[in-house]
């Protein structure tokens, strides 16, 4: 059976050229593997199968099936990763290279980051190294999955930990401040 991998730019109007280009370049390599690109904006990959937009429901039915996700730094689609399982490989926005207006996604991924929330990669050479070791079989990035597969378990795990991201921090006017105590 041929692994999923499935890589979400998210819905921003900015183009997100730099994963694009790093799945497709993963897939031109990796024939084994079907890797599937929501783009959005982003012109669409040339090997890799393209689509701009997924429903929600068809979102979290690739998040079953896939051996392995590659995110930008949104909370919400993170949470999609995790509800499903996954410790996503995550690619933040960055807004030196045109892909976001401010530099929040990049904070907040290293803060899930160092929780272990999310595997932040921040160069080619990482994206390779993280997702040859995710595409291993029985991945050790289904951590946050039950023994039986509870999806309501995983959703209230992955949901623990983002609250308590935003419970030792505090965003004052667009900046981190760690919480006093």
Do not use: K
């Not at 919400?76 to 933040?92: F, K, Q, S, Y």
């Not at 995710?134 to 999806?151: I, Y």
């Amino acid at each position: 059976m041929t692994s999923l991998v499935i890589a979400l730019t998210g819905t921003d109007h900015h183009p997100f050229e730099r994963m694009v280009q790093w799945v497709d370049a993963a897939a031109e390599r990796r024939s084994d593997v079907r890797f599937v690109v929501q783009h959005g904006s982003t012109r669409p990959p040339r090997v890799a199968e393209g689509h701009d937009f997924f429903s929600h429901d068809r979102l979290v039915a690739l998040l079953e099936e896939a051996a392995l996700v590659i995110c930008h730094g949104g909370p919400g689609t993170i949470m999609d990763a995790r509800e499903a399982g996954h410790v996503p490989l995550c690619i933040p926005r960055d807004p030196l290279l045109g892909e976001h207006v401010d530099g929040h996604q990049q904070r907040f991924a290293s803060l899930a980051g160092g929780s272990g929330v999310v595997r932040v990669v921040s160069s080619v050479e990482t994206f390779h190294a993280e997702l040859e070791s995710g595409l291993v079989p029985e991945p050790l990035l289904r951590s946050v999955r039950s023994a039986t597969g509870d999806r309501d378990i995983a959703r209230a795990r992955a949901a623990a930990e983002l609250d308590s991201l935003v419970d030792t921090h505090r965003w004052r006017h667009g900046r981190l401040f760690r919480a006093a105590g």
